[in-house]
C-alpha cells in the first residue's frame, strides 16, 4: 500500500508517495491534466490511498483516479492548514503533507456529491449567474436614464418607439445608445435563462426534498432546489448550527480569558448556500412572514437591514436542518398566551 498526496496547480501538480513506515517512495511533478494523471497510474500501481487539496478540479481528479482503482478524498483545505501548519510552504512540501495525512488517517476529507447532483447544481449556478449579469445590466441602464432627470423602467424602453421618446427628452444620442445596447443584453440574457426555468422546474417539483423546503415562507421552486442541492444529505450536519457553519452565516467569536467578542460572519463555507439562505430572507420585512419581528428588532438595534437579514437566514437554515432531519414541512411556532411578547425567534415543526 502507497499513501500519497496530490498538490493540483493550474499547469502542473505536485505528488508525493508514502509507504507504511513513513518514507519517501517516490515524488516529483505531472502535468495538470488527464495525462499526467494517466502517467501517475502508470508509475504506482493499483494499490495507493491518497488525498487531493480542495481546489477548482478536485473532483475531476478524484473521480479519474477512483475509476482507477484508487481510494482518492478531497481534503478541505482550510482544516488541512490547521492540523498541519507549515513555517515553509511550497508545492513539493503541501504533497508530503498530504502524504502523510493519509498515511496517519487524519484527511479532513470532504463530502462529494454524485454527478447528478453535481450537474444540478452548475445548472442552477448559471442561471444565479445570469440573472446577476442581467440585473446588473437593468442597473446600469436605469442609471443612465437618471443622469438626464427621467426615471424610466426597463420595461417601459422595451417597447417600441421609448428610444426615440428619450431623444425627444433631451437624452444624447450616445447615451441612447449604450441603452440601446443594454436592452439588447437583457432580452439576449432573458432568451438563455429561459430554457434553464423550464428544465429546473420539473427537477425541483420531482425533488421530495425540495417540495418539503418550499413550504418555508419566502422560498420558491428553484430556491428550495438550491438549499436541497447545496446541504446535500443532512446527515451531515448533526446540529442546525454545523449547517449553519456550514453556511458562514455563524458569526466570529474571539475569547480571552473572561472575555468574549463576536464579531463580523465568517463566511467561511458554501457561497451558494449563503447567498440561497440571505436570499429566502429578503421576504422578512412582510409582517406575514414569520420572522418579521426578529427581522424588524435586529433591523432597528443595528440601524441597517444587513445583520437583520443575515440573523432571518440562520433562522431558514435552522427550520432546513428540521425538515429534512424529521421530513416534516415547515409550520412556523405559534405565540403562547403566557408570554409577553410573540416568540418571533423560534421555530417549531409539525409533530
Known amino acids: 500500500m502507497q499513501f500519497l498526496g496530490i498538490d493540483w496547480g493550474t499547469r502542473k501538480a505536485a505528488w508525493c508517495s508514502l509507504d507504511e513506515h513513513g518514507h519517501i517512495v517516490g515524488e516529483g511533478f505531472i502535468p495538470a491534466d488527464q495525462d499526467g494523471l494517466a502517467r501517475l497510474v502508470v508509475n504506482l500501481g493499483p494499490d495507493v490511498r491518497g488525498c487531493v487539496e480542495m481546489m477548482s478540479g478536485a473532483a475531476w481528479v ?23 501548519p507549515l513555517a515553509c510552504k511550497t508545492d513539493r512540501i503541501d504533497a508530503r503533507v498530504l502524504a502523510e495525512l493519509v498515511r496517519r488517517d487524519l484527511v479532513p476529507a470532504l463530502w462529494v456529491p454524485s454527478l447528478d447532483e453535481r450537474a444540478v447544481r452548475e445548472l442552477l ?3 444565479a449567474h445570469l440573472i446577476r449579469l442581467r440585473t446588473s445590466a437593468m442597473n446600469r441602464t436605469f442609471g443612465l436614464v437618471t443622469q438626464w432627470g427621467l426615471r424610466t423602467g426597463v420595461t417601459t424602453l422595451r417597447k417600441p418607439g421609448a428610444l426615440e421618446r428619450l431623444a425627444e427628452q433631451g437624452v444624447p ?17 432573458d432568451r438563455q435563462i429561459d430554457p434553464i426555468d423550464r428544465e429546473l422546474r420539473p427537477l425541483a417539483r420531482a425533488d421530495d426534498r425540495a417540495r418539503l423546503l418550499v413550504s418555508i415562507p419566502g422560498v420558491a421552486e428553484l430556491l428550495a432546489l438550491t438549499l ?12 442546525a448550527k454545523k449547517l449553519i457553519g456550514y453556511a458562514g ?8 480569558g473572561q472575555t468574549s467578542r463576536t464579531g463580523k460572519l465568517s463566511k467561511a463555507g ?29 433591523k432597528r438595534r443595528h440601524g441597517k437591514a444587513n ?6 437566514a440562520r433562522k431558514v437554515l435552522i427550520a432546513c436542518w428540521h425538515i429534512l432531519a424529521r421530513n416534516q414541512p415547515f409550520k412556523p411556532s405559534a405565540a403562547r398566551a403566557t408570554d409577553p411578547a410573540p416568540a418571533s425567534s423560534s421555530i417549531r415543526l409539525a409533530a
Do not use: M
Not at 452565516?249 to 480571552?256: D, F, R, T, W, Y
Not at 451558494?272 to 426578529?294: D, G, I
Not at 445583520?307 to 432571518?312: F, S, T
Open 307 to 312: 445583520p437583520a437579514k443575515a440573523a432571518v
Open 228 to 239: 436541497a442541492t447545496e446541504i446535500g444529505e443532512i446527515s451531515r450536519f448533526p446540529s
Open 270 to 298: 458554501s457561497t451558494t448556500l449563503r447567498w440561497a439562505a440571505v436570499e429566502a430572507a429578503q421576504q422578512a420585512w412582510r409582517p406575514s412572514n414569520p420572522w418579521h419581528e426578529l427581522y424588524s428588532d435586529v
Open 173 to 189: 444620442p450616445t447615451w441612447c445608445r449604450s441603452i440601446a445596447v443594454l436592452i439588447e443584453v437583457i432580452d439576449d440574457l
Open 125 to 127: 449556478r448559471r442561471r
Open 249 to 256: 452565516l455563524a458569526p466570529k467569536i474571539k475569547q480571552s
Open 62 to 84: 478524484r473521480d479519474r483516479l477512483q475509476a482507477c482503482g484508487w481510494q482518492i478524498d478531497i481534503a478541505n483545505a482550510r482544516k488541512v492548514k490547521a492540523v498541519a
